[in-house]
């Protein structure tokens, strides 16, 4: 499936921002499940700097330095993603007991170090909590697997919590959201993590988007949808590295071609989409609108500019495919 995807961020601040240094997480990522066809980051007013780097997770951050007054601040990114099911690695060991996962990630000394390791610990929006153990304990039975314990509490959570975008903020504790059963996708998935971490098991944080239908004759609205978050849980091999499964507990369901991911990390404050120190600007609004549609739902003339993206794309793909291939018949 071929996505596009437009991220809209607008601040209004009052008064004027003087200086101000930003960090963006809007770039999606390159897994075996996503291809990155294309990117492009606008900035209104233009920066005086900006860059990209990974972090320490492979996510692509943008940070960008405004040094003039301004008003108004509008971040547009824009990007079309190539898309499947995710597989899961053939390593990955789907029938484990959690009790054996929890035992690997249990510190020894000597033992070899699993990357994985660094989403069993807490994190500034996911502590470890008794009230995660006790909502988690009814799914963990004993000998049950791992992917079965996730799949398991995903569709409770689902089941059992309500969605309800005016019962918190960002900053919302994931115990209280746990409290009072209801919350956003950001809580949602905290909550799942927190189970998981509490448990002992690794789990960590996705933000993405998540490709909506609109009602039958009804056209799709720009700017309407909003950015998602889901959780994925670690299945380690029999013997080694295993892979990263996928739960919505948003929707009650595996994410599958019909979601874009655009970061991984242990919890919301690694992946916020925005974030900024500012010179100024003692109050702003802020909006946000995200619009995510098949490539051959755009007007002729952006789907036309996506597409020679996309075959410029594969032409690159193709050239470096016959570099390896020229390379390897001289070496040979």
């Not at 998602?228 to 380690?236: D, E, G, I, N, T």
Request: hydrophobic residues 35%; negative net charge.
């Amino acid at each position: 499936m071929l996505l596009h995807v437009t991220h809209e961020t607008r601040y209004d601040y009052t008064p004027p921002v003087e200086t101000a240094q930003h960090l963006a997480h809007l770039k999606p990522l390159a897994t075996p499940s996503q291809r990155l066809i294309s990117h492009r980051l606008a900035i209104k007013p233009e920066p005086a700097q900006r860059s990209e780097s990974p972090d320490i997770y492979g996510n692509a951050r943008a940070f960008f330095a405004l040094d003039t007054t301004h008003q108004k601040l509008v971040v547009t990114a824009e990007s079309v993603v190539e898309t499947s099911n995710p597989v899961l690695a053939p390593h990955a060991a789907r029938t484990l007991p959690w009790e054996q996962v929890r035992e690997r990630f249990q510190y020894r000394k000597d033992t070899r170090y699993d990357a994985a390791t660094d989403f069993a610990y807490p994190s500034p929006y996911v502590p470890r909590h008794e009230d995660f153990a006790a909502y988690a304990r009814p799914s963990f039975a004993p000998g049950r697997p791992t992917f079965d314990v996730a799949m398991d509490l995903c569709l409770r959570i689902y089941n059992e919590f309500d969605y309800d975008p005016e019962s918190t903020e960002v900053n919302t504790p994931a115990v209280e959201a746990l409290a009072q059963r209801g919350g956003v996708c950001q809580d949602f998935a905290h909550i799942m993590i927190g189970c998981f971490r509490t448990m002992g098991l690794p789990a960590r944080y996705v933000s993405g988007y998540l490709l909506t239908q609109p009602p039958p004759g009804k056209p799709r609205l720009v700017g309407a949808d909003a950015s998602h978050a889901w959780v994925s849980v670690y299945l380690p091999g029999i013997d080694g590295a295993g892979d990263w499964a996928d739960f919505d507990p948003t929707n009650g369901r595996q994410p599958g071609e019909d979601y874009v991911t655009l970061a991984i990390g242990r919890d919301y404050s690694d992946v916020s989409p925005m974030r900024g120190v500012l010179h100024g600007g003692a109050r702003h609004t802020l909006k946000v609108g995200v619009t995510v549609m098949p490539l051959d739902e755009l007007c002729d003339e952006a789907r036309m500019l996506a597409e020679e993206q996309v075959r410029a794309a594969g032409q690159s793909q193709s050239q470096s495919q016959n570099r390896s291939q020229s390379q390897s018949q001289s070496q040979s």
